[in-house]
């Protein structure tokens, strides 16, 4: 079955700053990366996805890059903002199945003011 | 807001009781999920449903039995469980029309489920 690492387990940057999430996955014949969002106490929400056929997404602070030879996707947030402040999780869906949907590890994003 | 409204949003119950979790969506959506989450951690996977019929099942002791009455409606019967299936709990859809559609997932708020 499809592995998805995700690092780094907990990533904080001071407020204006950019960060950057990574993820590897092992399935070549996954062709569907969501980006999912985790506040404290919330539901985790779809903030950004990307599909195979594309290499880089943008939705203005936030992009996802994708390389399909190294088998790795990345999520970057430029001008980083308290609100940022959530847990980050990848996943990685198998020929585009929602039923097959791998969750990375999650990363602890904390954005300093 | 929520497409996706889970019921209730808190609940404790004993190792001896019988309880259940509801979930709807009204988005026309055909695949409905149940997922586990510990604290920081990802969901976890439980039982997948697709146009009402029983797809995936993970492994998932017999005290946890899903149900899905109709296309919107997704149940989750809790019966003899134990501490450690003190968790959020997770009701999700997609469209999942067919298997190359790439379909997000829309999760609900969760039920923060306590055993005692």
């Known amino acids: 079955g499809e592995n998805v690492e995700q690092h780094p387990s907990t990533l904080s940057v001071q407020e204006g700053d950019s960060a950057v999430i990574k993820c590897t996955y092992s399935?070549?014949?996954?062709?569907?990366f969501p980006w999912y969002k985790q506040e404290l106490g919330k539901r985790p929400q779809l903030i950004i996805d990307?599909?195979?056929?594309?290499g880089e997404k943008k939705d203005q602070r936030i992009a996802v890059t994708l390389n399909k030879t190294a088998k790795h996707f990345s999520l970057h947030i430029t001008e980083t903002q308290p609100e940022d402040s959530a847990v980050y999780f990848c996943?990685?869906?198998?020929?585009?199945?929602?039923?097959?949907?791998?969750f990375g590890s999650g990363t602890q994003l904390t954005v300093l003011p | 807001d929520t497409e996706v409204t889970q019921t209730p949003k808190h609940l404790v119950m004993g190792m001896t009781n019988k309880k259940s979790l509801k979930c709807e969506q009204h988005?026309?959506?055909?695949?409905m999920y149940w997922y586990k989450q510990k604290a920081k951690k990802p969901p976890e996977l439980m039982f997948v449903?697709?146009?009402?019929?029983?797809?995936i099942n993970e492994s998932v002791p017999s005290r946890f039995s899903p149900e899905c009455p109709n296309s919107s409606l997704l149940n989750l019967h809790l019966h003899a469980l134990q501490p450690e299936d003190s968790a959020l709990y997770l009701c999700?859809?997609?469209?999942?029309?067919?298997?190359?559609?790439?379909?997000?997932?829309?999760f609900g708020n969760g039920t923060r489920l306590t055993v005692t």
């Open positions: 999700a859809s997609s469209q999942d029309r067919t298997e190359n559609y790439n379909s997000p997932l829309h």
């Open positions: 399935d070549s014949a996954s062709n569907y």
């Open positions: 990307i599909r195979s056929n594309v």
């Open positions: 996943a990685a869906s198998l020929r585009g199945s929602a039923r097959q949907l791998t």
């Open positions: 988005m026309g959506h055909r695949a």
């Open positions: 449903y697709s146009y009402e019929k029983l797809s």
